[in-house]
């Protein structure tokens, strides 16, 4: 099985919830991109247009192995300088608003995706579980929301709730990952190395700036002990990452209960925090609402404690002021809208099967839940 062999083969369309208009203080554009990240797009068109990262507005975050058409909003008295084409991304003025895009003004995303490499007996699964899918499967958080894991063992933000600052510094400096720069992977192993010995590290990174391990060690080089303080020097929309990420890790534990306790039979998926837990099919009449994200101002859940208490954190622990934590509703079953699913022969792979699947998510869902769901894997 191959998800994304080639750009073309994960289209996303952002569905905007927001009307254009004739004219405003923003200029929108619809950019469309390939193989780029959003925040490089965001940079091609602030070079384009001559403005600050400040003054573009985006609606959401986009894969990058992946074809996507998404909306920025641009302050500018020039708005036909957002018109271009280059080899990978191209953008077209189409109409105003009077404020800028936040991220979360979308009604949800389209997708097509196509799935190569298949057996036939891959594609037989995809066809059993085909109508389950149709009827909803669990609307878990995937890997994306889980970058924070790559190259470290356990969540930054559950050493933080239970005051072990400095593992959670640790983690932040020396995790290591082949998409790193060079030098940056040569020094988080020199740092890794020589932990505690702060000059040593200080002079391996002179020249670094504004970089979390510049920004770390510096304040280390001054404080040895004050791990606390040197974790709070890590940009905030960081540490807002590893929170949001371990929340919904404790999230997914929770409704993997549910789905258990409402399915005669599971099948699990591994994924960037551990492994998800499907239903081969929902127990008959079963009607579930909304699960809460854990936070410590919120009514006693049986759910909740168990998994909390399996983690080793209180709900206390959650009142942190390292971070705010909302109880948000979020809708346990996700049901893929307008699914279409095709099978053919796979043209890139000989005497392989793909399988082409077409969807509408409401937002904060994961198409990849989706394919985890309908391949098993």
Known sequence: MKLRQKPDDFIVWEIPSREWKSSGKC??????????????????????CS?????????GLKDTHARTVQYFSVETNKPECGNFR?????????????????????????????????????????KRNSGQVKCGVPNYFDSQRFGS?????????????????ESAVKKVITATS???????????????????????????????????????????????ADFKGAFQRLFRGIREIFFSAY????????????????????????????????????????????FPSVAPEMPE??????????????????RSEEHIFVARERNIVLVPENLEIAFADDELNKNKKKVVVKFFLSK??????????????
């Open 51 to 59: 403005v600050p990262f400040k003054v573009i507005g985006f609606s």
């Open 27 to 48: 200029a929108v554009y619809k950019v469309s991109k390939v193989g780029m990240t959003t925040f490089a797009a965001e940079k091609v068109l602030a070079t384009h």
């Open 86 to 126: 280059e080899p990978h991304v191209a953008s077209e003025l189409i109409g105003y608003l009077d404020e800028p895009l936040r991220t979360g003004d979308l009604k949800g995303n389209s997708f097509l995706i196509t799935v190569r490499d298949l057996s036939e007996k891959e594609v037989e699964t995809a």
């Open 301 to 318: 859940n049986k759910i909740i404690s168990e998994v909390l208490k399996l983690e080793g954190v209180s709900l206390g622990a959650f």
């Open 149 to 165: 894991l790559k190259g470290v063992s356990g969540f930054i933000a559950k050493d933080v709730l239970k005051g072990d600052y």
């Open 178 to 224: 082949r998409h790193q720069r060079a030098r940056i992977r040569a020094i988080r192993k020199f740092i890794a190395s020589n932990w505690g010995n702060w000059p040593a590290c200080l002079q391996q990174t002179a020249g670094l700036e504004r970089t979390v391990e510049a920004n770390v060690v510096s304040h280390l080089s001054e404080s040895p």
């Open 364 to 377: 904060g869902s994961y198409a990849t839940i989706v394919t985890k769901a309908l391949f098993e894997q």
């Open 247 to 290: 929340q919904s890790f404790i999230w997914n534990e929770c409704v993997k209960r549910v789905v258990r306790q409402n399915s005669k039979e599971v099948f699990s998926v591994d994924y960037e925090a551990g492994k998800l837990v499907f239903p081969r099919k929902w127990n008959p009449d079963v009607s579930l609402g909304t």
